[in-house]
């Protein structure tokens, strides 16, 4: 393991888990990458790091936000309560989203810089805010995008919240729109109430490289709107990118982030060299988060072995400079005839690659429910029980519960439920792909 910073920057660290070990003729080499940064920002700093950061918030003003009307209410508190968290010097504004998207503060096509005043002046404009037209998502994004990119701020942020289903703008648009966001600013995005699309939202946050998360109780929308300002204003370092290389003959075959949450990278790749490639990962704060990485090598004799990844965290550098190197690490292969050796799993691999089927399972198995398919839809979400029962992913397995009955959580067996709450369906659906990580001994 190595690590590099510049001084006042957090620290990168990566460490590689995995069993080197491979049968002769094996290729495929399995790893988990565990990416450390610390002593960035603090809760205590109230004002923001060198770089900046600049953020938007988006609010659904859509006719439905009024039924209830404390949807309408608990986004206007939530909304102030975010902009008092925004650290002194913070760039920010606010936009009403409907069929079209307004500047709700400061209506200038700029962002303001926080402070004691500017934060009083938007918090008095949020009183103005009110329900009334339809919803087309990519025109906030849009907007959003075009406020950040005025902005020489390093962390760039969106905070998007939605009540209904993106029904005023024709699905490839808003498709467009994330491929053109995209790596220009991150964005979490929230669905509050239960008439929106679990798969909407979770694509803006996946596209965006954010959160997304269900508010079923508008009451519950300040206490996450503060906590995700709180987690964007520790954010230190923006646009990290995960470089693999890999020697002559050798592919990679995909990187997924499977902790905090699952997230597939392996689409995003942008190539760096002939045998180096660049996977996104966002801002980043104080944290850890883990990838699996699979590289498929060429088949070789016992005794041989090689570097079969170099796995480094990268930042941009300024411009005409190369990217300054945070972190690196190796990933090994190795050929041996000890079956033992060759057929051990690594404790972190095998961890979260049940992870992921975790997830998978969920999905799969909550859209058997909906298409009708009760056994379809018992055997996937009686494996997602199994699954979450032996890593220990209780948040999971409470939700899971709600939606089946568990006969048997070690075996798997679970009776679907007759009758399932709206909201506690999309939150295991929302929800799913969030992770546990390994268990200490």
């Known amino acids: 393991m ?70 309408m209410r608990g986004a206007r508190e939530a909304t102030a309560a975010a902009v008092d968290t925004l650290r002194d010097g913070t760039a920010f504004a606010v936009i009403d989203g409907t069929h079209v998207a307004r500047e709700v503060y400061p209506r200038q096509g700029r962002l303001a810089i926080a402070d004691a005043t500017t934060r009083a002046q938007a918090k008095e404009a949020l009183r103005g805010l009110s ?119 050798a592919e990679v075959l995909y990187v997924k982030q499977v902790a905090p949450a699952v997230q597939d990278l392996t689409g995003r790749r942008t190539e760096a060299s002939p045998r180096a490639g660049d996977y996104p990962t966002g801002s980043w704060g104080d944290e850890s988060r883990e990838y699996h990485v699979c590289v498929r090598v060429p088949g070789a004799s016992v005794g041989q072995e090689m570097l079969a990844a170099r796995a480094a965290l990268l930042m941009p550098g300024a411009p005409g400079e190369d990217p300054a190197v945070l972190a690196q690490g190796l990933v090994r292969a190795v050929w041996t005839d000890d079956l033992a050796a060759s057929t051990a799993i690594n404790p972190q691999v095998a961890h979260y690659t049940g992870q992921a089927e975790l997830a998978q399972a969920i999905q799969q198995g909550l859209e058997a429910r909906k298409l009708g398919d009760v056994d379809g839809a018992t055997a996937k979400l009686g494996r997602a029980v199994q699954l979450a029962s032996s890593s220990g992913n209780a948040d999971t397995a409470k939700l899971l519960s709600k939606v089946v009955d568990v006969v048997d959580a070690a075996a798997g067996t679970v009776r679907l439920k007759a009758k399932v709450a709206d909201a506690d369906e999309m939150t295991l659906e929302t929800r799913s792909t969030q992770t546990v990580r390994v268990r200490k001994s």
């Not at 205590?44 to 609010?59: D, F, K």
């Not at 269900?214 to 503060?226: H, K, Q, S, W, Y």
């Open 131 to 249: 329900s009334g037209g339809g919803t087309a998502i990519g025109t906030w994004l849009r907007l959003a995008d075009g406020l950040l990119r005025g902005s020489t701020a390093a962390i760039r942020h969106g905070i998007l919240l939605t009540d209904g289903r993106n029904e005023h703008e024709d699905p490839a648009v808003l498709r467009a729109t994330l491929d053109a966001c995209a790596g220009r600013f991150t964005c979490d995005a929230r669905g509050v109430g239960t008439d929106w699309e679990v798969k909407e939202v979770t694509g803006i946050a996946s596209a965006l490289l954010g959160t997304a998360d269900i508010v079923a109780d508008p009451a519950r929308l300040t206490e996450d709107f503060t906590h995700m300002m709180e987690k964007v204003m520790g954010k230190e370092v923006a646009d990290v990118s995960l470089r693999l290389w890999t020697p002559v003959g």
């Open 2 to 71: 190595a690590n590099f910073a510049k001084p006042s920057a957090p620290r990168f660290s990566v460490e590689v888990y995995q069993n080197e070990f491979l049968s002769e003729g094996a290729r495929d080499v399995h790893a988990i990458v565990t990416v450390t940064s610390t002593g960035g920002a603090t809760a205590t700093r109230t004002t923001v790091a060198p770089g900046g950061a600049a953020v938007v918030i988006m609010v659904d003003c859509s006719g439905s936000m009024e039924y209830p009307p404390d949807k």
